[in-house]
């Protein structure tokens, strides 16, 4: 009586050789690319948490819709960039706060956009 396998193969074993390269998937550009971590829970409504890695790339055209890395008043800032081709402006995912335009001669540029974000399912030792 001959005796055959059951189920299937994984997909995985093609890979086994092959270590997994972060890099190669996230960062596309190297030169322009840099890490952050989110501090606090500000965009917490956005899915951003303390302690998210984000990937920022400045090469990206910002457009808006894109979650950007903003300088404010000389403090790098996560905000959501929002506007029409003519009006720009940076936006918490907290309702309660305002808007903040993009004006020429503002103290506020973009630094950055985010590519990827980052973040632990499960609690960490930091959170118990």
């Given at each position: 009586?001959?005796?055959?396998?059951?189920?299937?193969?994984?997909?995985?074993?093609?890979?086994?050789?092959?270590?997994?390269?972060?890099?190669?998937?996230?960062?596309?550009?190297?030169?322009?690319?840099?890490?952050?971590?989110?501090?606090?829970?500000a965009q917490?409504?956005?899915?951003?948490?303390?302690?998210?890695?984000?990937?920022?790339?400045?090469?990206?055209?910002?457009?808006?819709?894109?979650?950007?890395?903003?300088?404010?008043?000389?403090?790098?800032c996560l905000?959501r960039l929002?506007?029409?081709?003519?009006?720009?402006?940076?936006?918490?995912?907290?309702?309660?706060?305002?808007?903040?335009?993009?004006?020429?001669?503002?103290?506020?540029?973009?630094?950055?956009?985010?590519?990827?974000?980052?973040?632990?399912?499960?609690?960490?030792?930091?959170?118990?």
């Amino acid at each position: 009586m001959k005796r055959g396998a059951s189920g299937f193969p994984s997909p995985a074993d093609d890979y086994l050789d092959t270590p997994l390269d972060l890099h190669r998937h996230l960062v596309p550009r190297p030169s322009s690319t840099f890490f952050m971590q989110v501090e606090g829970n500000a965009q917490a409504h956005a899915g951003f948490h303390d302690g998210d890695l984000l990937v920022v790339d400045r090469s990206l055209a910002t457009r808006p819709g894109h979650w950007v890395i903003a300088v404010i008043e000389g403090e790098l800032c996560l905000q959501r960039l929002a506007g029409t081709s003519r009006y720009l402006w940076l936006c918490s995912a907290h309702p309660n706060q305002s808007r903040l335009p993009l004006e020429a001669d503002g103290d506020c540029r973009l630094w950055g956009v985010v590519s990827h974000v980052i973040h632990t399912l499960h609690a960490t030792d930091r959170e118990r």
